[in-house]
């Protein structure tokens, strides 16, 4: 696995803190955390961005952060796991994972920095 789509893979985590973060937080102390979450996941998805396709890396950051965040509602908050809900993130996982499969990384540009 590349740098790039742990990045992604990182900040889909970042976004599942930030998203319960924003139904969840009651002190400053969590809202900060949801911030500074805010802040991680999406620096993160765009600096993978420059070496990945821009529309996959958005719709695997979304998938993951959307699965993360239906989990965590159903293993940390008593949300009811539905066999329904569950087969539908197995689709959408599947659906991630054939992205990244499909998708390659954009090759390293060189640049050239003037010296003058």
Not at 4 to 24: D, N, Q, R
Request: charged share 15%; glycine share 12%.
């Amino acid at each position: 696995m590349s740098k790039s789509w742990l990045m992604v893979i990182i900040a889909a985590v970042f976004e599942v803190g930030w998203v319960i973060g924003l139904k969840h937080a009651t002190g400053w102390l969590e809202w900060g955390a949801t911030v500074i979450a805010i802040i991680v996941s999406f620096t993160l998805m765009i600096a993978a961005s420059r070496a990945l396709p821009v529309g996959t890396v958005y719709a695997v950051f979304v998938g993951l952060g959307t699965a993360g965040t239906v989990m965590a509602e159903i293993i940390l908050f008593g949300g009811q796991a539905e066999l329904g809900k569950l087969a539908m993130i197995g689709l959408l996982l599947i659906g991630v994972i054939g992205l990244k499969l499909v998708s390659h990384e954009k090759p390293e540009e060189i640049v050239e920095v003037d010296h003058a």
